[in-house]
């Protein structure tokens, strides 16, 4: 299982930029995808740094309908690999933020939310970056953080107008979970976030 080290500090050029994103189910190159997580006493902090020529950010009545109409990125926890709960932040590069709870397979509660993120996105040209913290009590309650380790699926949400005017969505998992088709709600789509010590 891939695993991800998260560092005890505050300087985000102390932590490790994970690059392993991939359209791992398109024959096109992959945009470049970074995602840092570092913690202190009371917080996970991650940050996505995404290069994007094509942003896609519709305008919709509903935060849920531009959230998933959109460029995005998200993360998923959950307490085990069965998933009969586990939790989702699909993020906007405008910093909006669809949070629901979920149990295999796509039962989603859309009512949850998620106490205590704190979310902030940038958009500069073609880059764009979600920085965000959750604390780490949080995390216990949920029955996410275990020790010093998490069940995490991190992905990229790609999406790019065809010539038609068309979107095309483009899926883009850290883990690839080997689906015929684009599926991130799957235990095999989940790696492993350790927290450590400085």
Known sequence: MKRYIVQKTTEWAA??????????????????TEFRALHDPTHLHFRFDCLD??????????????????DRVEIFLAPDLSLQSYYCLE????????????????EFNWDWSLDGLDLDATIEGN????????????LRRLGVLHGSELFAGLYR???????DGSIHAGWMPWVNPQTEKPDFHVPASFGVLELVPS
């Open 15 to 32: 932590a490790c930029a994970l690059t392993d994103f991939t359209l791992a189910w398109e024959s096109r190159p992959s945009p470049k």
């Open 53 to 70: 020529d094509d942003l896609v950010l519709p305008d919709a009545d509903s935060e849920k309908e531009r959230v998933l109409g959109s």
């Open 91 to 106: 993020m906007s590069p405008r910093g909006e933020v669809l949070a629901y709870e979920a149990r295999y397979y796509r």
């Open 127 to 138: 880059l764009y970056t979600v920085t965000g913290r959750l604390p780490l009590a949080t």
């Open 157 to 163: 949400a790609e999406f790019h107008h065809r010539p």
